[in-house]
């Protein structure tokens, strides 16, 4: 047994000590041995700057253009699925979309049918799951690791750059990290509770397929395994089998009447959902492969201005100081590892993008948020009072900017020759090497099919299926080498580009840096091209 003076631990000889026995010394009397924080009053004022806040960092910049090719893919299978009627399989250029569950379709078809089929309203969902997520924080962090930390860490989630910026873009990642967090939160107030706790229990499952339905089975991960590393270490018995059953009861019922009804309508769902974007994506990963630090610097840049104390966590965690000590409560290890274990299986995927760890920024929030306790307030309200217009300004003007700048939409050229082309009777429109469904969203179209340049020959044979063809290329010089290798019967009988305007009001030293740094043509789409077959 373990013997504790301030600072010191001592193991009893009585007994021989274990490894696991030193874990749980080393978690619950060293890194996390502060009391149980006292559940502060809700204060009606915090709740309601949280929520102004959000939205005012969110709000501006909301309707600028569609990033592709991510977000306008996800605003138009919503709008596939609402033209063919089948809310079962998601479609993208009416073919089947196997790579994610429907949930965030359902959700953005769902505010379309309310509010409208304009592509922008898409980002209200996202937009939402992170409002709900600054406000869960404060919740959450309020019932077990005190008002001040929970207040200080959502204020900062607020006006972060991993919440109002990457957040609010339409992608699958906001609304996992929503119910992940929903999920982690009312698991642990399962435990702590005695009057709510089946009604905790219920929400917790609930939350979990919610989030199975988003992503797919990484939500189980993300919840689970930081529950039971916390349980283990601080020798908490958690709940017993009949819990454990009904909880899996569910998770269950409430996620495999969709996988049972498409793969029972499609043969190939599974290996592709399940292999292809789950297993094949983590261990052999076929795009973006970065390095193990990959996410050092973005956790950085995406917890701003709470991520300027990450330096001195570790110094925070194995203090011996008391105010140090008090604040380092077993929940507040709870949600350590939360955001842990988040960032550390995302680090040993092969795969990684920058918004797979959304999922951490609330529990790493409500850690910083009690580290930020040993600062003075003054401290504290300077660094937020610095950083809030840097967060406006970066939300609300930069990052919109850069998206008007590069909106494939905005090339008035190439959508010139484009409606022309309509007009005067071409109705086929194909995508080389790439897709670009910023096209299907302004021509309202479930029928353009890309072909990648290993599949040159059918894109030969597709191009002399037809007199004319309208061709939207989507990678830089690919128009240049379509012209090499089109046969002598096919001809281009009109182009444009979509460059870039230079950049004329920065200094003409910094423009040739700015060109390469924010692109050389629009997001998604480089040139476009009217090709004419003769036989």
Same mark, same amino acid.
């Given at each position: 047994?373990?013997?504790?003076?301030?600072?010191?631990?001592?193991?009893?000889?009585?007994?021989?000590?274990?490894?696991?026995?030193?874990?749980?010394?080393?978690?619950?009397?060293?890194?996390?041995?502060?009391?149980?924080?006292?559940?502060?009053?809700?204060?009606?004022?915090?709740?309601?700057?949280?929520?102004?806040?959000?939205?005012?960092?969110?709000?501006?910049?909301?309707?600028?253009?569609?990033?592709?090719?991510?977000?306008?893919?996800?605003?138009?299978?919503?709008?596939?699925?609402?033209?063919?009627?089948?809310?079962?399989?998601?479609?993208?250029?009416?073919?089947?979309?196997?790579? %994610?569950?429907?949930?965030?379709?359902?959700?953005?078809?769902?505010?379309?049918?309310?509010?409208?089929?304009?592509?922008?309203?898409?980002?209200?969902?996202?937009?939402?799951?992170?409002?709900?997520?600054?406000?869960?924080?404060?919740?959450?962090?309020?019932?077990?690791?005190?008002?001040?930390?929970?207040?200080?860490?959502?204020?900062?989630?607020?006006?972060?750059?991993?919440?109002?910026?990457?957040?609010?873009?339409?992608?699958?990642?906001?609304?996992?990290?929503?119910?992940?967090?929903?999920?982690?939160?009312?698991?642990?107030?399962?435990?702590?509770?005695?009057?709510?706790?089946?009604?905790?229990?219920?929400?917790?499952?609930?939350?979990?397929?919610?989030?199975?339905?988003?992503?797919?089975?990484?939500?189980?991960?993300?919840?689970?395994?930081?529950?039971?590393?916390?349980?283990?270490?601080?020798?908490?018995?958690?709940?017993?089998?009949?819990?454990?059953?009904?909880?899996?009861?569910?998770?269950?019922?409430?996620?495999?009447?969709?996988?049972?009804?498409?793969?029972?309508?499609?043969?190939?769902?599974?290996?592709?959902?399940?292999?292809?974007?789950?297993?094949?994506?983590?261990?052999?990963?076929?795009?973006?492969?970065?390095?193990?630090?990959?996410?050092?610097?973005?956790?950085?840049?995406?917890?701003?201005?709470?991520?300027?104390?990450?330096?001195?966590?570790?110094?925070?965690?194995?203090?011996?100081?008391?105010?140090?000590?008090?604040?380092?409560?077993?929940?507040?290890?709870?949600?350590?590892?939360?955001?842990?274990?988040?960032?550390?299986?995302?680090?040993?995927?092969?795969?990684?993008?920058?918004?797979?760890?959304?999922?951490?920024?609330?529990?790493?929030?409500?850690?910083?948020?009690?580290?930020?306790?040993?600062?003075?307030?003054?401290?504290?309200?300077?660094?937020?009072?610095?950083?809030?217009?840097?967060?406006?300004?970066?939300?609300?003007?930069?990052?919109?900017?850069?998206?008007?700048?590069?909106?494939?939409?905005?090339?008035?050229?190439?959508? %010139?020759?484009?409606?022309?082309?309509?007009?005067?009777?071409?109705?086929?429109?194909?995508?080389?090497?790439?897709?670009?469904?910023?096209?299907?969203?302004?021509?309202?179209?479930?029928?353009?099919? =890309?072909?990648?340049?290993?599949?040159?020959?059918?894109?030969?044979?597709?191009?002399?299926?037809?007199?004319?063809?309208?061709?939207?290329?989507?990678?830089?010089?690919?128009?240049?080498?379509?012209?090499?290798?089109?046969?002598?019967?096919?001809?281009?009988? =009109?182009?444009?580009?979509?460059?870039?305007?230079?950049?004329?009001?920065?200094?003409?030293?910094?423009?040739?840096?700015?060109?390469?740094?924010?692109?050389?043509?629009?997001?998604?789409?480089?040139?476009?091209?009217?090709?004419?077959?003769?036989?």
């Amino acid at each position: 047994m373990a013997r504790l003076q301030p600072g010191i631990v001592f193991m009893d000889t009585a007994h021989t000590p274990t490894a696991t026995a030193w874990c749980r010394v080393f978690y619950q009397h060293i890194a996390f041995p502060g009391e149980a924080a006292a559940t502060g009053s809700s204060r009606a004022r915090h709740w309601l700057a949280l929520g102004l806040l959000s939205i005012a960092c969110m709000l501006p910049g909301l309707r600028m253009p569609l990033f592709e090719p991510d977000e306008t893919r996800y605003a138009q299978i919503p709008r596939e699925m609402m033209a063919a009627n089948d809310w079962a399989i998601p479609r993208l250029d009416g073919e089947p979309y196997f790579d %994610k569950p429907p949930m965030l379709y359902w959700l953005v078809a769902a505010t379309y049918q309310a509010l409208g089929q304009e592509p922008w309203l898409a980002r209200l969902v996202p937009s939402g799951a992170m409002l709900a997520i600054v406000l869960l924080t404060y919740g959450f962090g309020q019932a077990n690791v005190g008002t001040q930390p929970a207040w200080r860490a959502a204020l900062g989630l607020a006006i972060a750059p991993g919440i109002a910026g990457m957040g609010r873009l339409l992608l699958m990642d906001g609304l996992l990290s929503l119910w992940i967090l929903l999920a982690q939160g009312t698991l642990f107030l399962a435990a702590q509770s005695e009057r709510w706790r089946t009604g905790w229990w219920l929400l917790a499952a609930m939350a979990a397929a919610a989030g199975i339905m988003t992503k797919g089975p990484i939500c189980l991960i993300l919840v689970l395994v930081p529950w039971s590393l916390h349980c283990w270490l601080s020798n908490q018995a958690g709940f017993g089998w009949r819990a454990w059953t009904g909880w899996w009861a569910v998770v269950v019922g409430l996620t495999l009447p969709w996988h049972v009804i498409v793969t029972l309508r499609d043969g190939t769902f599974l290996h592709h959902y399940l292999w292809e974007h789950h297993v094949l994506r983590f261990l052999q990963p076929f795009d973006h492969v970065r390095g193990t630090f990959f996410y050092v610097p973005i956790v950085l840049l995406a917890l701003f201005p709470l991520s300027l104390l990450l330096p001195f966590t570790g110094s925070f965690l194995l203090s011996t100081r008391e105010s140090d000590r008090s604040a380092r409560t077993s929940a507040l290890g709870y949600w350590f590892w939360c955001a842990a274990v988040c960032l550390v299986f995302f680090s040993l995927s092969g795969c990684k993008l920058p918004t797979y760890i959304l999922p951490s920024l609330a529990p790493l929030a409500l850690v910083l948020g009690a580290q930020s306790t040993t600062l003075s307030t003054g401290m504290v309200r300077l660094a937020f009072f610095v950083a809030l217009p840097l967060s406006l300004i970066g939300h609300g003007i930069a990052l919109p900017w850069y998206a008007s700048a590069r909106d494939p939409l905005a090339c008035s050229a190439a959508w %010139k020759l484009v409606d022309d082309a309509v007009a005067n009777g071409t109705t086929r429109i194909v995508c080389y090497p790439r897709p670009c469904h910023a096209a299907s969203l302004r021509l309202n179209r479930n029928d353009i099919p =890309s072909f990648r340049s290993k599949d040159f020959d059918a894109f030969r044979a597709d191009l002399m299926s037809r007199s004319r063809t309208i061709v939207l290329c989507t990678h830089r010089h690919s128009l240049e080498g379509l012209k090499q290798l089109l046969p002598a019967n096919c001809r281009i009988i =009109s182009e444009a580009s979509c460059d870039l305007p230079e950049q004329n009001w920065l200094p003409s030293a910094w423009r040739k840096k700015a060109n390469q740094y924010l692109g050389e043509t629009a997001l998604g789409l480089c040139d476009a091209a009217i090709i004419e077959y003769r036989p």
